[in-house]
Structure formats: C-alpha cells, structure tokens
C-alpha cells in the first residue's frame, strides 16, 4: 500500500510540474529566458560607449505553435551555461543562464521531439546553443549559413560548429531568400544578411497581438537601430546596411511592430514562458 501511495503523489507531483496548454487552434508565440550577456564596453557593436548606457543583453528562444507543427526560433546560450551562475567569458563579458531551454520545454510538457521546425537567425553562440538538441527536426537555414557554418566554419571564428555539429545529418531545407514556413503568410523567415552570411529574422502575424519581426541580431540595442551602427565583427557591412533598409521597409509596409531579441528593457516587459502571445 505504501509503494502505491508513494507511486501517486510522484505521478501528481510531475503533473504539478507540467504546465497545462489548450490546443492549437490558431498561431502562437512563447518567449523563454534563455540567458543573458552583461558587456562593460559596447564599442566592437559599433557605437561608442557613449552611445548607450545599456550593457545587458537578453539572450530569448522562442516557441511558435502553428496548428501545422511546432517551430523553435534561436536556441540561446549554450546548454553548459544553465545553473552554472554568472560565468566569464572573457574579460568585460559574462554570461548567465538560469533554466535550460529544455527545462522550460518540459514545463510546458514539450521535448524536442515534438518540435518540427529549428529556424536559427544565425549560427552565433547565443542563438545556436541547444541546436544539438534538436536532430529531429527541420533546420531551415539560409544555404549561404549553412555553406559557412558546416563547410567553412575555419573561415568564419565567431562559428563554434560543436554547437551544432549534431544537426550536419539532419534534415534541412537550405533557403535562398525569405520563406513562408507553412505556407499561410503567418510565419515569415526574411533574409537580411550581413550579420553573417545568412542572417534572417522571422515575421509573425498573430491574431490577437498583431505583426511581430523578431529580429535576430540585425540589431543589438535600440541605439543601433537609430544610428544604422554596423558591429566592426558582422560579416559584411554594406549587406548589413541593405538589410537595415529592407527590414525598415517591411515594418512600414506591414505596420509591424520590431521586437529587438537582444533588448532587456523590452523582455522586461514581456510575459515569459508558460504565457504565450495569440
């Protein structure tokens, strides 16, 4: 009798753990934490210190639930980092990361293998980190991302592929352009490279809170937006400065509202994980 009792309350404990979701019926957004970066000179992003007092930057994954599949976009910090404390990276530059991707996924009752999409705006450490978690889904990818990231990463030293190397067998669809994931105009990758080579942002129209471009790194503060501020280590900076322009273009076109992923003030003012945006 003991052993079952023990069996139940563990059974109801995991419940308790698990956030209860409705069905997907109509798109939705969910913004986890996934770290943070905290820099005491600003001046490689291209601005001066000056510029802007901000010196923390919120590192988001987001989980976007189409009633046709499940997509991640940007993956965070690397998995390492999570309840490591406020680790240094470098001198100036720290990382900390609290709860692992994965973790906020189980809240929700959710692994990777329920995820058929990974969209990463970029290769990058802090958006590619727990993109080895997923070699279930599909990568979609710019093909000039995945040309450098996988066949010239030697080239490219801001690429660490051992955050990804586990995706080079997985299923890929290598994009040449902006894409519409599935196929209804409420998901839109837009290819704005400069950043890397393949940079992309990901467009979004929800029901209820409207048009939403989360931006990837096409820009880091809302300084840069302002000042057109090109990073001295992006990849090409006249490709950046096109990319600024046709971003801008799509937001007036679209009335769309640019949610800088970079920007703490901003997720300051989000609802986290296990709320979500219809």
Known sequence: MGNVFLLIMAALTSSALTESRPPVEALRLTVFDCGSLR????SSFGLTNADTPVRDLFVPCYLIEHPQ???IWDTGLPLTFAGQGRVALQPGAT???EQSLLNQLAVLGLGPADINYLGLSHMHFD????ANAF???????QRMEYEAAFDHASDYPVFDPRLYEGLRGSAATQLEGDY????????????LPGHTPGHQALALKLADTGHLVLSGDQYHFRASR????VPEFNHNREATLASMAKLEAYLLANQATLWIEHDQALADSL????????
């Not at 958006?127 to 727990?130: E, K, P, V, Y």
């Not at 070699?135 to 990818?141: A, K, M, N, R």
């Not at 302002?226 to 501020?229: C, E, F, R």
């Open 135 to 141: 070699p279930g889904s599909t990568l979609l990818v």
């Open 69 to 71: 599949g499940n997509m």
């Open 127 to 130: 958006h590619a980190g727990a």
């Open 226 to 229: 302002t000042l057109h501020s």
């Open 271 to 278: 609802q986290l994980a296990p709320a979500f945006y219809e």
């Open 95 to 97: 990382v900390l990361y």
């Open 180 to 191: 519409d994931v599935f196929g209804d105009g409420s998901v839109m990758i837009l290819s």
């Open 39 to 42: 820099l005491e000179d600003v």
